[in-house]
Each structure stands twice: as structure tokens, then as C-alpha cells.
């Protein structure tokens, strides 16, 4: 344990733990605190909010001035909330929406996008949050077509015109069309404001009297980190239980009304079932961030992180990282920070150990002692949290014991790699994938558990306490020609931490070959900064800081660092490749969490794989260990 001082939280529910060992070797994990009494409709939780504490804010976003910047906060209390959401569900069920001809929403978190999804679950019509690059980066709109075709929505949401040419080029001409403002040609809308002005009356009263624990709340999509995207059920009854297990877990969040700042999208899991239902189950405040962990984005973030102090803090590892850099030189941003939250967690990505020792650095100078740092492993199929961290033991790669309620199966692989693959199974996890029931049917083993495809293993098999620890994804482990299985994830976790901060992600290589590779995607501000402290005057194109000496140089010393330390063929990098072109959300090789999809990159650079293996080149972004 640390011996650092932190600061008290109060936690509990997933300390502890059962083992269960079989005889045929598999072991099943529970916690030792039972999963205490929830509401099974989420509804019941607004209605709660806005009689105890009608004016309480539920959200806030900063209004939008005509210079494309943002100004003071438009707040939305829970009395106002449910006032929206009875007169939104009205004119939904007006509409005859149903799980058949649900709602689709194609924008960027709002005050008019949560209002829907309150309006909707109301109703108990279900929604489904699309990602807006779906609509707006991506110029095939081939993930946008493929969710909408799943789902044929009734009505489709939109903020404004942006989203026109995707709108005309994919949604149905039968779904109705409805906009925050502004107008499409050619296409028949109605506007937000025009829903809301509808009278309530007995339609929603009994169609929100109808909602049972089993009612689907919502379909919410995979990230396609892995495979093509598929709609996640998710019901009222996963959603209540798995945030009383939160709530059991961070017990702190019981104690006071939790206020969050927070930018992740909705239409991911984190974002739109851990983050929100954190707020909704616990009558705290959301003010909703437009900021983006990205070296530009990340400035309307400080901004909101300078004035709003959370009392919780979650965000994906680049986010984190971004934010330990600014505090750096930014000592409002610090004090403000530190001064009220109870923990910090990332998720999504595993956080190098170098942002997470700045983070407990920047804590320690601020304000005295550190700031317990969170995780877990959670799925968009399971609502998402299953496995929780809360000890100040915690490290990069940890992930903790069950929470209350989940049962947790350790599964030897059955192809001998020696991973161990973790199953889930509780009143979280779905009933499947909308539509297909092939891939539901593969999705669970002959008990019910929901198999993941994840490998993890016990920290210390002496010591349950300490849980379990993250080992990658089997799917992305692969054999070489000698039969040696290679292990990407742990590989990927070295290299991403020893190449801080000028590498984003790594995929690696080697399928059915001798020896394994590894291609870089970049983080090109941090190789421009580099090259410019060397001599590169500002402005030059990626190729030209890809190709300067003192970034060749430190990607060279990567590659050495990584082949030395290397004791076989399956874990020694022999070559690596510095991509000049960054991953493509059209041919599905990241997310707009920035999550690489292996199996993308290397289907779509097949070409580039097999130049990597070709012997001596002159390109000159292919760096070969020195041999010393």
C-alpha cells in the first residue's frame, strides 16, 4: 500500500471479494456486499429530483455567441427538465414512436439533446445517440447508414444544418425530421421548439405508466473498436442497477449531489450511461464541457475546469493528459481543480503511469495530498461498469474487484495462449443486440455470462484484495510463424508509455510472420514541438517533422529501447513504422474517443504491412533496432 497521504473518500462495494474455483479450472469472482435496493424505471429518479429540490440545476451548457464562442451558462433545473420531458414525450407518442420506429439523435451533447433523451425515456420510446462524426466527419456516412438502417428511426434529431447533407443522404424519407434551428431544402422539418410548446396530457400519463424494468430505454452502439458497430438493448432495469452498484462503490457520491464537467459524448457508453446516470440517479449537476482532449479542444475544457469545481472528475486518458500538462504553468486551474473532488477516473484507454504520477504531483503541490485515481472494466453491453477500482493501491492497468450485484468468470483460453478471458454476468448486462440474434447467441456461454473477449489476470494471486489486472484483448493477440502467440495489449501499453509524449497509439504487426512490428500513429504536435526546439521553423507539413533528425531520433531510440528489452520474438520489436497518415473514422480505424481499431489499421494498410517486411528500404518513417 501507499504511503502517501489522500484524501478521504468514502467507498466501499467492490473491496472485497469471493473465489469460487471449478474443477475445470475456471473461477468465479463475487463481491462480498450485496447489491442494495434500486428503482427499476430511470424515470422515477427525475420525477424524485424535481419534487425534492425543484430548482436544483439538473445541466448547464454555456450559450453560444454569434463569434462561434461560448458565453455564461443557460441552466436547466429538474423541475424544468420534467417539464420538457412530459411535453417532448407527448409529442413523441403523438408521433406513434415506438422500439420499431424509435428516435435517432445525430448531435453533439446539448441542452436539447438531453431533453429528448429525458422526453424519450418518459415516454418510454427508446433513443439511440449517434455519434456526430458519424455525420459530420466522415464522408461515406458508412456507420451512420449501417446504425440507422438497424434501427429505422420514426424521427430524427439534429441541432442544426450541419447536419443536412448527412440527413438527406441517409435518413428515410418517412422519418420525421426535427431541428434545434435553421432548415434543410428540399426537406420537411419541424422544429425543437414546436415539440416543446405540446400540452401534455392522458397519452403520456399512460405511456409512461406502461414502463416496466424491461422497457428498452435505449439503443446505444459498440464504438467498432473491434468489429462493425451493434445496438446494445439497453433497459431501464441495467441502467438502475448498475448506478446503485456505482453508488455502492463510490460511496461518496451518496454523501453530496455530485457535480461533473464533462465533454464525453453521449452516444458512447462512458459518457451517455456512466457519466449522465451518475447525475440523473444521484440529483447531481452536469455542466456540459465543449471542450475536447486535444491540444486545441482542450482550452474551452481549462476554461470550465478554471470556474466549475467537480466534486468527481472523469475523462479519457488524452483528456487527463492534456489537463496534468496545462496545470503545468496554470495555477487557477490547479486550485480550482483540486479544491472539492473526490476522485478522478479514466476509462476508454489505459492511462500511461506518467500522466497519472503529474496528476498525484500537481494534487500533492495544490493542495497537500493526492487524489484517489479510478477505474474499472465496463462494456457498452454491461451499462457499463462491471469490475471497480476505489484503493489507493491502484496502478496503470488495474482494474479491481466485481461490483456488488456482477458475477465475474475467469476463463483459462481455450487456444492454450495463456490468457485467462473475463465473462460478466448480473443485472446489468443485456439482453442482446437489436436485430441480431446470431450475434446475441455467441455473445453469452452456456451459463448466461456475457463474454467479453477481454483477458485480464489477478494482480497477486496471494492477495485478492489487490483484484485484477487488464492483459489486451484476445481477439487482437495472433501467433507468429514459429506458433509463439503474441500479446498486443500489454505491448501496446509499453510502447504508448515508453514513447510519451510523441505517440498516440501503436498497432502491432506480425501475423504469421517471425517477428513482430509495430506501426506509430503520432502525435504530431508533440513531434512538431520537438522538431521546432531543434531547429524546424514553424508551419512544416507532417512529413517534413515526421523526417526531422530529433524526431527520427526519438523514435529510434524508442524502437531500441523496445528491442532491447525484448526476450523472445513475441514481445522484441524488430521494426517500426511511423505513420504520416492518421487513422480514418471512414474506414473505421478510430473512434471519436480516439480508440484504435487494430484490425482496421491492418486490413485497410495491409500494403504497408507487407512493405514493412520487404527487407531494406529507403523510406524513411521505417526504423529498424540498432544492434548493439
Not at 237 to 246: E, F, G, S, T, V
Not at 493 to 498: C, L, W
Amino acid at each position: 500500500m501507499s504511503a502517501a497521504r489522500f484524501r478521504e473518500a468514502h467507498v466501499g462495494g467492490c473491496t472485497e471479494a469471493t473465489l469460487e474455483t471449478r474443477a475445470d479450472g475456471t473461477q468465479v469472482l463475487r463481491s462480498t456486499e450485496a447489491l442494495g435496493w434500486h428503482p427499476e424505471n430511470l424515470g422515477d429518479l427525475l420525477a424524485q429530483w424535481a419534487t425534492e429540490v425543484p430548482e436544483r440545476t439538473f445541466a448547464a451548457r454555456r450559450a453560444a455567441r454569434p463569434d462561434g464562442t461560448r458565453g455564461d451558462w443557460v441552466r436547466i433545473s429538474y423541475a424544468q427538465m420534467l417539464q420538457r420531458a412530459r411535453a417532448l414525450g407527448q409529442a413523441f407518442v403523438d408521433l406513434g414512436l415506438s422500439p420499431e420506429r424509435p428516435i435517432a439523435i445525430l448531435s453533439d451533447n446539448d441542452l436539447e439533446h438531453l431533453s429528448i433523451m429525458m422526453g424519450a425515456m418518459w415516454a418510454g420510446v427508446p433513443f439511440v445517440s449517434v455519434s456526430s462524426a458519424y455525420s459530420l466527419i466522415s464522408t461515406d456516412f458508412g456507420k451512420l447508414r449501417h446504425i440507422l438502417g438497424t434501427v429505422t428511426p420514426g424521427l430524427v434529431y439534429a441541432s442544426d444544418a450541419r447536419f443536412a447533407r448527412a440527413i438527406q443522404t441517409v435518413v428515410a424519407a418517412d422519418a420525421t425530421v426535427v431541428l434545434g434551428e435553421g432548415q434543410i431544402e428540399g426537406r420537411a422539418t419541424r422544429s425543437f421548439a414546436e415539440l416543446l410548446a405540446t400540452a401534455p396530457g392522458a397519452g403520456i400519463d399512460a405511456a409512461h405508466a406502461a414502463i416496466t424494468p424491461e422497457t428498452i430505454l435505449k439503443f446505444l452502439f459498440t464504438s467498432g473498436s473491434t468489429k462493425t458497430p451493434k445496438g446494445v438493448i439497453t433497459t431501464h432495469r441495467m441502467l438502475c442497477a448498475n448506478q446503485q452498484m456505482l453508488r455502492q462503490c463510490m460511496a461518496f457520491l451518496a454523501d453530496e449531489p455530485p457535480v461533473l464537467v464533462d465533454w464525453l459524448p453521449w452516444s458512447h457508453t462512458f459518457g451517455g450511461n456512466h457519466n449522465l446516470g451518475i447525475v440523473l440517479y444521484n440529483g447531481g449537476t452536469l455542466y456540459i464541457d465543449d471542450g475536447k482532449p486535444t491540444p486545441r479542444g482542450i482550452a474551452e475544457t481549462i476554461r470550465n475546469l478554471r470556474e466549475i469545481a467537480p466534486t468527481v472528475y472523469f475523462n479519457v486518458p488524452k483528456g487527463l493528459e492534456e489537463i496534468a500538462r496545462a496545470m503545468d504553468g496554470d495555477a487557477q486551474l490547479r486550485q480550482t481543480f483540486f479544491s472539492k473532488v473526490q476522485a478522478i477516473m479514466f476509462a476508454a484507454a489505459g492511462l500511461s503511469q506518467a500522466v497519472w504520477d503529474a496528476l498525484d504531483a500537481h494534487a500533492e503541490a495544490t493542495v497537500g495530498e493526492r487524489i484517489r485515481i479510478l477505474t474499472g472494466l465496463g462494456m457498452t453491453e454491461t451499462a457499463p461498469s462491471c469490475t471497480f477500482v476505489v484503493g489507493t493501491h491502484a496502478r496503470s492497468g488495474y482494474i479491481g474487484l466485481p461490483c456488488p450485484g456482477v458475477e465475474v468468470k475467469l476463463v483459462p483460453n481455450a487456444q492454450d495462449s495463456g490468457k485467462t478471458e473475463v465473462r460478466f454476468r448480473g443485472p446489468n448486462v443485456m439482453p442482446g443486440y437489436w436485430r441480431e440474434p446470431e450475434k446475441t447467441a455467441e455473445a453469452f456461454d452456456e451459463e448466461g455470462f456475457y463474454c467479453t473477449g477481454d483477458a485480464v489476470k489477478l494482480v497477486d494471486p496471494d492477495d485478492l484484495r489487490l483484484g485484477l489486472l487488464f492483459d489486451g484483448r484476445i481477439a487482437e493477440d495472433f501467433k507468429l510463424s514459429t506458433g509463439t502467440f503474441v500479446s498486443v495489449g500489454p505491448l501496446r501499453a509499453k510502447a504508448i508509455a515508453y514513447g510519451h509524449p510523441c505517440v498516440q497509439d501503436v498497432v502491432v504487426t506480425g501475423l504469421n510472420r517471425d517477428e513482430m512490428g509495430m506501426m506509430v500513429f503520432p502525435r504530431l504536435a508533440d513531434c512538431q514541438a520537438l522538431a521546432e526546439s531543434a531547429g524546424l521553423a514553424p508551419g512544416a507539413g507532417p512529413a517534413e517533422v515526421l523526417h526531422h533528425p530529433a524526431v527520427r531520433g526519438f523514435f529510434q531510440a524508442l524502437c531500441n529501447r523496445l528491442a532491447a528489452e525484448g526476450t523472445g520474438s513475441a514481445n522484441r520489436v524488430a521494426r517500426l513504422h511511423v505513420l504520416v497518415e492518421p487513422p480514418s473514422i471512414d474506414h473505421g480505424e478510430i473512434t471519436d474517443k480516439s480508440s484504435i481499431n487494430q484490425r482496421a489499421v491492418l486490413t485497410h494498410r495491409a500494403s504497408l504491412v507487407e512493405a514493412m517486411y520487404e527487407g531494406p528500404t529507403a523510406d524513411p518513417y521505417l526504423i529498424l533496432p540498432v544492434k548493439g
